[in-house]
Structures are given as structure tokens and as C-alpha cells.
């Protein structure tokens, strides 16, 4: 026999027919909806739609803060900013007097170093035409006196 044939002799056996249970059983789930709607429905959704609306609030609140504090990151950075240029500022100030400090005392040294070597070169010049004046006059005696322990005689 055939499949199809055997699962309709199978669900003949199924009585459909309208009776007083039918009535009943309707009521029954008509009475079940309107419980479960009324206790267990319309709560579990007031629930969530609370739930949503705190999680919109809070979102809300979340951004703003944080548009807040991006606001006040940006001040900060913007302040740091600026204190870093006058920091670079007043280094390169600095180092300008420093080094215009530096070619000052650089110079000063130099000139008091070209003054003494002046100072030296002209005591060495008297030295020498002093030390020069009283060699020729020795020079005149020692050769006098060679000439004359060479020769014998005084000249």
C-alpha cells in the first residue's frame, strides 16, 4: 500500500466536529490571553520600553559628556600648546643673552689679553733697547780688552 494512503486512514480517525468542548476551550484561551496579557504582556513591555528610554537618557548624557570633556581636552591641549611656544620662546631669548654674554666676555678677554701682550711687547722693547744700550758700551770695553790681551798692548 501506498505511504500517503496510509497517513489518510490514519488522520480519519480524527473527529473535527463543532461541539460544546470546542466552546469551552475557546473560552478557555480567550480567559488565558487576557490574563497573560494583563499580568505577564503589558508588564514585560513597559518594562522595556522604561529600560529603553533610560538607555536613550543615558546615551544622551554619555555624549554630552563626553562632547564636554573633548571641549575641555582640546583647552587643555591648546593651553599646553601655548606654553610650550613661550617656553621655546624664552629658551631661545635665553640663549641669545647667553651667547651675546658669551662674544661680550669673549671680546673683553680679548682685548684685555691684546692690552697686556702690548704692554709686555713694549716692556720687552725697553728691555731690549736698554739691554742693547749697555751691551754696546760693554762691548766697546770687552773688545778693548780682548785686543789688548791679544795683541799685548792697550789700545
Do not use: C, W
Request: proline share 2%; glycine share 2%; charged share 25%.
Amino acid at each position: 500500500m501506498d505511504p500517503i494512503n496510509t497517513n489518510v486512514r490514519i488522520m480519519a480517525g480524527v473527529n473535527l466536529d463543532f461541539d460544546p468542548t470546542f466552546i469551552i476551550q475557546l473560552a478557555f484561551v480567550l480567559i488565558l490571553m487576557f490574563v497573560l496579557k494583563r499580568l505577564v504582556f503589558e508588564p514585560y513591555l513597559k518594562v522595556l520600553d522604561t529600560r529603553e528610554s533610560r538607555t536613550a537618557s543615558t546615551r544622551a548624557d554619555a555624549a554630552e559628556k563626553k562632547a564636554a570633556a573633548e571641549a575641555r581636552i582640546a583647552t587643555h591641549e591648546q593651553s599646553l600648546a601655548d606654553a610650550r611656544a613661550r617656553a621655546l620662546a624664552a629658551k631661545t631669548e635665553l640663549r641669545a643673552a647667553g651667547v651675546n654674554h658669551k662674544e661680550q666676555a669673549i671680546a673683553t678677554a680679548r682685548s684685555d689679553a691684546n692690552a697686556t701682550v702690548e704692554a709686555a711687547q713694549d716692556e720687552i722693547t725697553k728691555q731690549i733697547t736698554a739691554a742693547r744700550s749697555e751691551i754696546s758700551d760693554e762691548v766697546d770695553t770687552l773688545a778693548r780688552s780682548i785686543v789688548a790681551k791679544v795683541i799685548g798692548r792697550q789700545v
